[in-house]
């Protein structure tokens, strides 16, 4: 199991704004091209964001779920590989005086890599975590304030979905 934290300096209302937008994911979340709101209501329980990784000419599509949903508290997703398995990511976000602590714990939920769940994967998952909450944190502080979407209850999205890239393979 890897668990890091990052603490983000500014209030959880601000990284909650971020993790609502599900067309934000690729600028965060290490390895993704793209990604997008795949119905509208992300991050409710349920709801779907859709993603795309490159391979030079070659483009992955995947879909990544979100199961449990507490606004202002935590986020919990699993996040589809195809033939190689899912993925858990649970994502916790607690106020840290007038700043933000972020937890995020991941492991391998179903599939191949489930079955190969090892400590080098774990290894290698915390080098992914360390870039993909540096990311996160400095998104998260460049944006500006923002108003009504800074509501940890406020559910955003939009449907749209990436139109670009060479052949693809669909979860």
Request: proline fraction near 7%; aromatic fraction near 6%; charged fraction near 25%.
């Amino acid at each position: 199991m890897a668990v890091r934290h990052q603490l983000i300096r500014k209030p959880p209302a601000e990284v909650w704004s971020v993790l609502r937008d599900g067309d934000l994911y690729s600028r965060w979340v290490v390895g993704t091209d793209d990604s997008w709101n795949r119905d509208g209501r992300w991050p409710a329980e349920g709801s779907e964001i859709g993603y795309a990784v490159r391979f030079g000419p070659l483009e992955y599509r995947g879909r990544t779920v979100s199961r449990v949903y507490e606004p202002g508290k935590r986020l919990e997703l699993e996040s589809m590989g195809g033939r190689s398995g899912s993925v858990r990511i649970a994502i916790t976000v607690q106020a840290w005086a007038e700043d933000t602590l972020v937890i995020v714990d991941e492991h391998p939920l179903s599939g191949p890599t489930a079955r190969w769940h090892n400590a080098v994967l774990d290894a290698a998952i915390q080098v992914r975590h360390r870039a993909m909450l540096t990311r996160l944190a400095r998104l998260v502080e460049s944006e500006p304030a923002s108003g009504p979407a800074s509501d940890p209850d406020a559910e955003k999205g939009t449907e749209a979905g990436p139109g670009r890239g060479g052949p693809r393979v669909d979860a």
